[in-house]
């Protein structure tokens, strides 16, 4: 095990690998270095996007957020793991679930990544990774900072559904108010639910059923007209 690398927790260190995947090159021990060191100043957890002033230049790493949609039904549906969708602590069931499930995952993978420096290295550089370093040591001590990066948290500016005031009595007991509106159907990823089910145990042509179901619902999905 390398005492040395930076990131403790499952998503410290899988952010920390896919900014640097590999950390034995002379790239990683330079921004180990400088993120010890206290280089990384001014370090901003923004939703989308981190930056910050390292030895003199200014980096940032960049994601897009997890769709506010796909967080509300992924957080409603972890069961037992409210303190990880509280940003109370590192889980990796929390990222497994939202990796396999959802198709979202937490901890954005390497090619997902947008990196840029003022150095004009193109985002490829010590500077970059130093960041990187910095705010995998930043999520070991406040996991929450992730989610707000990753947009996973409430947001004060949500619309709040308005309460269904209660009718006043009318003569008939069981006259009550009328029913809130139906909202429209949320969309889910394709084959989630088969996903979450797992396999059946049923054997359909040599595979799985559910396998064969998930192909099958691929096709639909890629057949199926547009939306207007």
Known sequence: M?????????????????VVPDEGSSLAERAR???????VEDLRVEQ?????????CRASIAS?????RIWAAASRSARGLQPAVEGREQSLRLEHAMSSDWEEPLVPRSRNLRRECSCDDGGVCEHVAALGYAFAAEIDRDPSALLRWRGCVASPE???EPAVARSEPRGDLWSGSPAPPRRPPRPLPVGAVLKRLGPSGIRAGGDDLVDVLQRAY???AASAPPER
């Open 2 to 18: 390398n005492e040395e690398r930076i990131g403790r927790g499952p998503w410290a260190r899988l952010f920390a690998t896919a």
């Open 218 to 220: 691929a096709s639909f």
């Open 64 to 68: 897009e957020p997890v769709p506010p």
């Open 48 to 56: 989308g996007t981190l930056s910050a002033t390292v030895d003199g």
């Open 158 to 160: 949500a619309p709040v």
């Open 33 to 39: 270095e400088l993120a010890r060191s206290g280089a």
